[in-house]
Nanobody
Framework: QVQLVESGGGLVRAGDSLRLSCAAP????????MGWFRQAPGKEREFVAA????????YAADSVKGRFTITRDNAKNMVLLQMNSLKPEDTAVYYC??????????????????WGQGTQVTVSS
């Protein structure tokens, strides 16, 4: 059963922008937080950004701070990741994730229990 659906990936050039969307057809009210992780070829999956749905508190990896912004759209049951000033090193499969549990923060992968299928983002130099 697919619970999270990502969209918006693609091929762009360095410096361009992309916006990823993560929809939760069953409703985001089931979750405490939603976020994005990414996995580049040959590397482990890493945290990108997350948002606590109750109050909008956001978390972001140092590598994307100032360039990526995560927002929630409760009415559309969706979380968005706006990615600006993209770099070749941002190339990866981006996964949407959600947590059904309350934690003091949402950075660790183990705090997320629901995952999407992933969407490819490729940034050429």
């Amino acid at each position: 059963q697919v619970q999270l659906v990502e969209s918006g990936g693609g091929l762009v050039r360095a410096g361009d922008s992309l916006r990823l969307s993560c929809a939760a057809p069953g409703g985001i009210y089931n979750f405490y937080a939603m976020g994005w992780f990414r996995q580049a070829p040959g590397k482990e999956r890493e945290f990108v950004a997350a948002v606590r749905l109750s109050d909008g508190t956001t978390y972001a990896a140092d590598s994307v701070k100032g360039r990526f912004t995560i927002t929630r759209d409760n009415a559309k049951n969706m979380v968005l990741l706006q990615m600006n000033s993209l770099k070749p090193e941002d190339t990866a499969v981006y996964y949407c994730a959600a947590s059904r549990s309350w934690y003091s923060d949402y950075v660790q992968e183990t705090r997320f229990d629901t995952w999407g299928q992933g969407t490819q983002v490729t940034v050429s130099s």
